[in-house]
């Protein structure tokens, strides 16, 4: 098995928002605000490559979405799904299985484009099966009035009319091991309904890919949860119970969204768990 990150691009987003309750005083120490409030966050995403299987773990997102859409986002630096993939020497067609941890835009963006006269929408992974689970679809075709604006429905629907949607189990407990993929899965309720947070066995480790259960180093405390979950006293739960196992297993926490810090190791501390030690992807993945 090989991993590979794919960094689908960089972005910004209001400091308040990502910190919910917590004060600007706290939060800015490890996730500095500009003169607009926005802080740094990327949209890095996983690829696994193991035997004739290349799995994408979430996918930006995208470029689809008008000038205007994109202007609230702060976009910076060169980075791109594509231009990550070709630096690793894959191509978009090479991808057998797409999984989406959930369907906000900023995570499955990517997984669909215009097709070639802009006169509707195909996926950007013509050979892959794009994979959520059952009770999050409904969630994101029907969406409330607080996620709407994030469940896109371009990005959405395209994938169950292309035939390339499947859907993983609902576990009974929290976690479930999925056979065709090949990891376990962690569901978390707090972001959204039923968030999937894939879990890699790799040459020994444990490799977390945290999406928005822990979307940067600066979340760790557990109160430090964003404004955007629709229920935030869950997150804490989960929060809670994911952190405490990582700390026990010496799991390797891969960030999804934190800009400056790729992945990280926790342990227990008298203050609740806390940071152990920070490594890039090539340290964990060479």
Request: charged share 20%.
């Amino acid at each position: 098995m090989n991993l590979y990150p794919i960094n689908s691009g960089n972005f910004k987003l209001d400091g308040g928002a990502m910190f919910g309750v917590v004060p600007k005083s706290l939060w800015q120490k490890t996730n500095p605000a500009d003169a607009n409030n926005m802080i740094d966050l990327t949209a890095r995403c996983l690829l696994i490559e193991d035997d004739n299987q290349l799995v994408l773990i979430d996918t930006g997102m995208g470029n689809k979405q008008s000038s205007k859409f994109f202007g609230y986002y702060y976009l910076w630096g060169n980075n791109t799904l594509e231009k990550s993939l070709k630096q690793f020497g894959f191509h978009p067609n090479d991808i057998t299985d797409v999984f989406m941890t959930h369907l906000h835009f900023d995570h499955c963006g990517g997984s669909i484009q215009w097709n070639a006269d802009k006169t509707g929408y195909e996926p950007a992974f013509k050979n892959a099966h794009f994979w959520s689970n059952k009770d999050h679809w409904a969630w994101a075709t029907q969406p409330n009035k607080r996620e709407k604006a994030s469940f896109l429905k371009e990005n959405i629907l395209p994938m169950e009319e292309s035939g390339q949607l499947k859907f993983t189990s609902i576990p009974k407990g929290d976690t479930l091991f999925d056979s065709e993929l090949g990891f376990d899965v962690f569901f978390a309720n707090g972001h959204t309904d039923k968030q999937m947070i894939p879990m890699i066995k790799y040459k020994g480790k444990t490799i977390c890919f945290m999406a928005d259960l822990l979307p940067t180093l600066g979340h760790l405390p557990l109160p430090f949860v964003m404004g955007y979950d629709t229920r935030p006293l869950l997150t804490l739960d989960e929060k809670e119970i994911f952190l405490n196992r990582a700390a026990d297993n010496n799991y390797f926490l891969f960030l999804e969204h934190d800009a400056h810090n790729e992945i990280i190791t926790v342990q227990r501390t008298e203050k609740g768990v806390r940071l152990k030690d920070i490594y890039t992807t090539s340290e964990i993945f060479n």
